[in-house]
């Protein structure tokens, strides 16, 4: 049984159809991600997981168990953890108290009862932004905010992990850094689903990969599988069946041209 199973999902806007019958799982003690050019739909697979859009048919499965109609906060109750593509922390606060407020909320809604295992100062140690603590959070350089914003979601001790887009902002060494950060996270046992584009640290960093075109998921499986896959190169780059594809070693500068 896998960690997350998003099964048969379909979200339709007017006439868009943001998600068109997608399934994939993510897997407890692995990073999965999820890519895609931009518009085909991996932000709003995120929001139909995490509970911000309702699917017009599918089911999400969590743990074993149905999530598809619980709202938002019952399935952060469940272990589910989310950062967002734009910055969410407060502002005013330190970097320390808005992972202290992270994680007393998290524990007001786990009942109260949970001993206070996600230090804060431990946490703000393990994303590596301890010395930033006593800063206000909008005075923190942006590669720095992506870290604050992981150790706000951390705080909830979640089994899942859902980062969309967790590295922009970071530069080359911070996202070197990152990427050994969520695999000790993973090592840890957390399931992990990330949606990036920085294919460097995707194909670095991910076990499994699903890539999302229009809606559909177009191929799954590990790193090399799917860099060499022609309709994945395809989607990317908008060859036709005509023109050669790019060698498997071009992808990488490809995609970052694409952007
Ligand atoms: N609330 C909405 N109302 C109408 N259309 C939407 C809405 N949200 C997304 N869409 C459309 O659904 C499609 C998928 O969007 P989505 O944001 O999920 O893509 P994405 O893969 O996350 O893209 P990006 O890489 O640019 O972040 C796009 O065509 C987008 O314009
Ligand atoms: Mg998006």
Not at 158 to 167: A, F, I
Not at 222 to 242: F, H, I, K, T
């Amino acid at each position: 049984m896998s960690l997350l199973e998003v099964d048969d999902v379909v979200v339709q806007f007017g006439g868009v159809t943001a998600v068109d019958h997608a399934a994939f799982t993510a897997e407890a003690g692995r990073i999965t991600g999820l890519i895609g050019p931009n518009g085909a739909g991996k932000t709003t697979c995120f929001n139909v997981i995490s509970g911000l859009q309702k699917p017009n048919h599918g089911t999400v499965r969590f743990d074993g168990r149905s999530i598809t109609r619980l709202p938002v906060h019952r399935r952060a109750r469940r272990g589910m953890g989310r950062t967002f593509q734009r910055l969410e922390a407060f502002g005013s606060l330190t970097v320390r108290d808005n992972v202290r407020v992270a994680r007393d909320i998290a524990r007001g809604i786990g009942g109260l009862v949970r001993p206070a295992q996600a230090d804060v100062d431990g946490l703000l140690e393990q994303v590596g932004i301890a010395a930033y603590a006593d800063e206000r959070a909008d005075s923190i350089p942006t590669g720095t905010a992506r870290l604050l914003e992981l150790a706000r979601c951390l705080a909830s001790e979640p089994k899942l992990l859902l980062l969309d887009e967790p590295s922009s902002g970071l530069d080359e060494s911070e996202t070197d850094a990152f990427g050994e950060l969520l695999a000790q996270l993973a090592a840890e046992g957390r399931g992990i689903l990330m949606v990036e584009h920085d294919m460097d640290l995707v194909m670095s960093v991910c076990d499994d990969i699903h890539v999302l075109d229009f809606g559909r998921v177009i191929a799954s499986g590990p790193p090399g599988e799917v860099r060499a896959n022609p309709q994945v190169q395809q989607a990317y780059l908008g060859y036709s069946d005509a023109e050669p594809a790019a060698e498997p070693s071009d992808l990488t500068q490809e995609l970052e041209v694409v952007r």
